[in-house]
């Protein structure tokens, strides 16, 4: 717990929406080697609680199908929460529609990345994403 | 380079050598685990003609077999959740036979720096 704190203060947290818990948890041990705090969200009710208790994150990370809410109500309900309007939304998914990613890149989304790319690669496009967001923010 | 890379070697008997970033090694045995169950699941779902069932599990699996690097269970669960959303029985009956032969054979190299970065 005080590592996790010690993290969150650090490097701010990641918010995972994910329902598949082995996935989750690869993306979690990724993330928290490389120093960020993950708060976890096993469905979208869930993803929406813990928004109205946590601070906004760094990023957020979003699986586009989970249970009672999807991907695309999630990215609107972060898009149109006071202070989360900004914060960096990468679209994590098993599926690669072209139709659902361009909606989703239109919506709001930061990124979108399929999950058979490897969680290497989500964790390296995360990086990016946050760098870009650095500098847009320096700039 | 790809996260892992599937091969069938004709030196190891039959099995499959998937590579895995070492990182990785804590969290494999629960994922190959549950990946059993989930074949199990499926195969009484489809024997109940609960096609839905067999969607959403194998929608699970395609995401999380690519996330480790598991291509060829990705690619499986892929099959099987396309052949779900058209009531493909004989289909999905062929490709759970394929995929529990292949978590049955698989065998895991844990390389250092398997990472696909």
Redesign the interface.
Same mark, same amino acid.
């Given at each position: 717990m005080r590592k996790q704190k010690e993290q969150e203060k650090k490097n701010g947290v990641v918010l995972l929406i994910e329902?598949?818990?082995?996935?989750a948890?690869?993306?979690r041990?990724?993330l928290e080697?490389s120093g960020m705090a993950v708060v976890h969200a096993r469905d979208g009710r869930q993803a929406v609680n813990i928004m109205e208790d946590i601070a906004p994150p760094r990023a957020v990370l979003l699986?586009l !199908?989970v249970p009672y809410l999807n991907g695309f109500e999630l990215l609107k309900a972060i898009r149109t929460k006071p202070g989360w309007e900004q914060v960096p939304v990468m679209v994590v998914?098993?599926d690669s529609d072209k139709g659902d990613i361009e909606r989703m890149l239109r919506e709001g989304a930061n990124d979108y990345i !399929?999950?058979?790319?490897?969680?290497?690669?989500?964790?390296?496009r995360l990086r990016q994403m946050l760098e870009q967001v650095s500098k847009g923010q320096a700039a | 380079m790809e996260p892992s890379q599937s091969a069938l070697d004709p030196a190891s008997h039959g099995k499959e050598i998937v590579h895995v970033d070492a990182s990785f090694a804590p969290l494999v045995p629960k994922f190959m685990t549950n990946r059993k169950k989930e074949v199990t699941t499926m195969r009484q779902a489809l024997t109940a003609q609960d096609f839905e069932t067999v969607r959403k599990v194998a929608h699970g699996m395609k995401g999380a077999g690519g996330s480790y690097g598991f291509d060829a269970v990705s690619t499986m669960a892929a099959t099987i959740e396309a052949a779900a959303k058209q009531g493909l029985s004989k289909t999905i009956d062929e490709e759970l036979t394929s995929l529990d032969s292949y978590l049955e054979r698989v065998d895991v190299i844990f390389d250092e720096d398997a990472s696909g970065v």
């Open positions: 329902d598949e818990q082995d996935t948890d690869l993306i041990l990724h080697k699986d !199908v998914s098993g !399929v999950k058979s790319w490897g969680v290497g690669v989500i964790h390296h | -």
